[in-house]
């Protein structure tokens, strides 16, 4: 199984990107996606997640400017990014579970300038 990230860069404060992690993975229809990010010095945290079902979960920090989507057929999870700021600076990892099987994607690297 692999997981192709991309869509990171670096855009001014304010402005919006576009994560995409695509999965070779058979039955991706039935796993749960997320995406993680990780600054300098920090911890990973959770930033968003989307379930096999479409439900979504969101970190406090990101509610109602990022938005987790998935397309199925595609086998991707998407990670839309409006309204960025400089804290938002980090390497953003994609994840992917199924059936109790964990999957990272390699790391993106989003900077927002102010």
């Known amino acids: 199984v692999q997981l192709q990230a991309s869509g990171g860069g670096l855009v001014q404060a304010g402005g919006s990107l576009r994560l995409s992690c695509a999965a070779s993975i058979t039955f991706f229809s039935g796993s749960h996606g997320s995406w993680y990010r990780q600054a300098p010095g920090k911890q990973r945290e959770l930033v968003a997640s989307?379930?096999?079902?479409?439900?979504?979960n969101y970190a406090d920090s990101v509610k109602g400017r990022f938005t987790i989507s998935r397309d199925n057929n595609q086998k991707t999870v998407y990670l839309q990014m409006n309204s960025l700021k400089p804290e938002d600076t980090a390497v953003y990892y994609c994840y992917v579970e199924l059936w109790g099987r964990n999957f990272w994607g390699q790391g993106t690297l989003v900077t927002v300038s102010s």
């Open positions: 989307i379930r096999s079902n479409g439900s979504t």
